[in-house]
């Protein structure tokens, strides 16, 4: 007990996740450490769910606030969901029971860009944080924590909360230490001052988190794998839209609008961004970089095969396989992968500075490039929006990909008119399908909308585009972005009447 | 003649604005100077047209693309849009035949993020720039020149053009000459470099543009006043809108959130802005400074009082009056205002590092929070994004201003569903109307349509927008963003079917 506990000091606040899980009360905001399964506390949100049920069958109400870096796992979104005693949470999810009571109307959720939500703590926005329940790796002697699988916004929640819990995993590597770079030079205007990054390798912080031991109010030994999730084998859409980006890619390349050894790269999360890096492995690049939010197997790969020499993230993202080769060799990958704050790895300043190539996948897109990343028909919420605004606004490229279609056909990705809005069409440069890619690049909208639906619908559903778009510009008081409002969204109507949009 | 340009070699290339507009031939991108009516070429847009409709009339085809820093004048958008000699407009834009133009479908126009058209344009994303037609005060004797009453996109058109005309106009005061900040350390990818400002107070350039002097193929002398529009008397609805906004600015500084000397300040063009400025003169803020896009009269009136120290823009935006008042006394204001490249007034790093509290007009917003800056029911182009993207997103409070109503109360401002999204939900802090100041900060959806409703809705429309918000929550397929997609753009139908919205 405690050997991965240096300080003496705090090696005395070991205690049960249940007494810790005590220390938080209702109405608390909690921040919790986790990004896309990878770093959070995998005990104290179990036995706090424990708590909530219990007091609620004593007829309490106990609800806290739940503040992450993005989705995390059953153990912590799941309980607390599971036990309704989750009052808000901020600022992504992808949990099923979180899902569903933030769609019965029984969760508030925030659904915000990823870069915004530390500065937006710090601004007061959200109201004060009273405890951080944070994953580590280990507490040196000194009392800084070595991170684990994720940084996310720990750095914030740490700074800000009053109380602060820790969970020291066993099951995190410690070889990690020295792989993060935590960046404590940020501030609240006037005093903000200019980020000193200009390439995805460089180290501007420091290898551990700082805290205050005397706000650390409780520490917890867990030894629990990160929810890690296998990727589904590459399919043929994937492969076929991997296939596309990478022609554009090296098509970008031979006519100079962008560097052989392209720039750095981010993917969202997912099949369609992993085969897009597989396909990367046989493509015709060399010393590729990359910055980006979490690093998925796809990158591993590149970074064994010699092709990319630094990946810059928040978050690892892998499948089980290689979550414990990385738990084994974390030595060796030290020396490519740099795990920061998100308020870092999203921040525009540095997207819009190093010239990000960013692929984000997306929900639907319309024939006019407005894109929905995060509403199932206009009402229901999906995950979240993530970090692809502080990519796809900021990016030097922003492309988007999907499958042109969803539920075996049901649904068409290319819409007349989303149903939601997270892109607007001044931030999609290009958008690929199995179909094929669209380059939006300088083409007014109807010049785009017919791009759209002859490169990226499916053949299933480009006549009807096409009658859409022709009855459109018949109808609407204006040729700039015809639509009929009548019909615009007729097409998710249909699919909420009689389950399809055929 | 030629008193104004005291380069030898480049006096010699004076001539007619006929003989100018000569050397740019038909299927050219024309990279034009001008920016919110200030600072465009007099004279050759005009002779251009001339020599469109000469052509057009002998069977010819001559159309070109029209790049600007922002909106300009008749004597630009006006005359080009008349001869029919516009293909492709960018990337803002608000004059009549211009728009009318557009919305007949028989100009395209790409509407873009005023941070985003340089950096595109680098990049080549645009195509190429065949000519620069630039207004000056001056050429020195080192063939460098003296910026006019704006700056726009300036550096990069002559930067990128293969041939330059300039324009020197005399009536822009000598005495601007010092009050330009011209920043020349952009560069592409991978070499881009942090843009080391911290205070809009920071000069980080040099006061003159460059030109090689073997591009500059035309120099025309002109004598001709900026568009320059007076604004309307304040009314009631714009001071009412003002003090609710500045209400809230006091209470952020007093509840700790908002320094007392605020942050830098950036308002939107237009009467709604200037009665925002207006009002700050009798507020209890001291040792303001502004980041923005335009000086518009209320700034002048607010460093004149003391109470701004420093206002930084790419352009002015003055009445007749004050430009007049600004053409004899710049040399006064040279140490309080600072005009700059707008690829640095709107650069997302530097909103976001200065904090700036944005204030922008909107067309509509939704009861969801989202906003539409820019299409008259979905369709109709207005003007254009303009810079309202590069502020909302980045700032430190990103506030929308509006009457709650519009066309003598047949269109309200607050609807369902908005036609068209520049602005999503995630990038809105506050929402202010006559009616009142919805603050946005820390909502989930259903709760910021509570506010936006009650507080910012007109109450002819309230009723209606209850009824719709009951509605939806009773039909939609989700409660995180309930929509009734049957009804969510009745109301835009209703205005075009009958005129009205009630």
């Known amino acids: 007990m405690g050997t991965r506990i240096a300080h003496a000091e705090l090696r005395k ?12 009360n209702p109405g608390d905001n ?121 940084i996310g916004n720990n750095k914030t929640w740490i700074d800000q909360a009053d109380k602060v819990i820790l969970e020291v995993n066993e099951w995190q590597s410690l070889d990690l230490d020295g792989m993060h770079d935590i960046y404590y030079g940020t ?20 290898p551990h988190l700082r805290v205050d031991p005397d706000k650390v109010v409780a520490i917890v030994e867990t030894n629990s794998p990160d929810r890690n999730t296998a990727f589904k084998p590459l399919d043929a859409d994937s492969k076929a839209i991997a ?38 492995l046989d493509a015709p690049f060399e010393n590729l970089t990359s910055y980006t939010e979490v690093i998925q197997d796809g990158m591993i790969d590149l970074i064994d095969a010699g092709k990319v020499s630094v990946a810059s993230a928040t978050a690892f993202s892998l499948s089980p396989e290689y979550a414990e080769r990385m738990n084994n060799e974390a030595a060796k990958y030290r020396k490519n992968i740099i795990l920061r704050a998100q308020e870092i790895s999203n921040h525009p300043e540095l ?81 690929v399908t199995e179909q094929g890619l669209a380059d939006l690049r300088g083409l007014a909208p109807r010049k785009r909308a017919r791009v759209i639906i002859d490169k990226c619908a499916h053949p299933d559903y480009r006549p009807m585009l096409e009658e859409y778009f022709e009855r459109a510009q018949k109808v609407a008081n204006g040729m700039h972005t015809p639509h009929d409002l009548a019909l615009a969204h007729s097409w998710h109507r249909k699919f909420l009447a009689e389950g399809t949009m055929r």
């Not at 424990?50 to 609620?56: K, N, S, V, W």
Request: charged letters at 20%.
């Open 243 to 280: 296939g596309h980006l990478l022609d554009f890619l090296m098509h970008e390349v031979k006519v100079g609008r962008v560097p052989k050894e392209l720039l750095p790269l981010q993917s969202g999360v997912g099949n369609i961004a992993n085969a897009v890096l597989a396909g990367l």
């Open 30 to 150: 909690v921040g919790m450490s986790g990004f896309t399964g990878a770093g959070y506390p995998k005990e104290v949100p179990v036995a706090l769910a424990q708590r909530i049920r219990e007091a609620t069958a004593d007829g309490e109400s106990f609800r806290v606030g739940v503040w992450t870096g993005a989705s995390t796992a059953p153990e912590l979104d799941g309980a607390l969901a599971e036990a309704d005693g989750v009052d808000l949470r901020l600022p992504y999810q992808s949990d099923p029971v979180t899902r569903s009571k933030i769609n019965a109307g029984t969760m508030d959720y925030i659904d915000a860009h990823l870069s915004h939500v530390a500065p937006l703590v710090w601004e007061g926005f959200f109201g004060k944080l009273d405890v951080a329940v944070i994953e580590v790796t280990g507490v040196t002697e000194e009392g800084s924590l070595i991170p684990a699988s994720s």
């Open 351 to 431: 997207i819009r500075r190093l010239g990000v190539i960013a692929t984000n996948g997306l929900i639907e897109a319309d024939i006019y490039g407005n894109v929905n990343s995060t509403h199932i028909m206009g009402s229901r919420m999906q995950n979240g929006i993530g970090g692809s605004g502080d990519f796809a606004r900021n990016a030097y490229l922003s492309c988007f990909v999907t499958p042109s279609v969803a539920k075996g056909g049901a649904i068409s990705a290319i819409v007349p008119f989303v149903s939601h809005v997270d892109h607007t069409e001044h931030d999609t440069h290009v958008i």
């Open 187 to 206: 501030a609240l205007p006037p005093r903000r001052r200019p980020v000193m990054m200009t390439s995805p390798a460089d180290r501007i912080g420091e």
């Open 13 to 24: 606040k070991v205690m049960s996740a249940g007494e810790a899980a005590a220390k938080i």
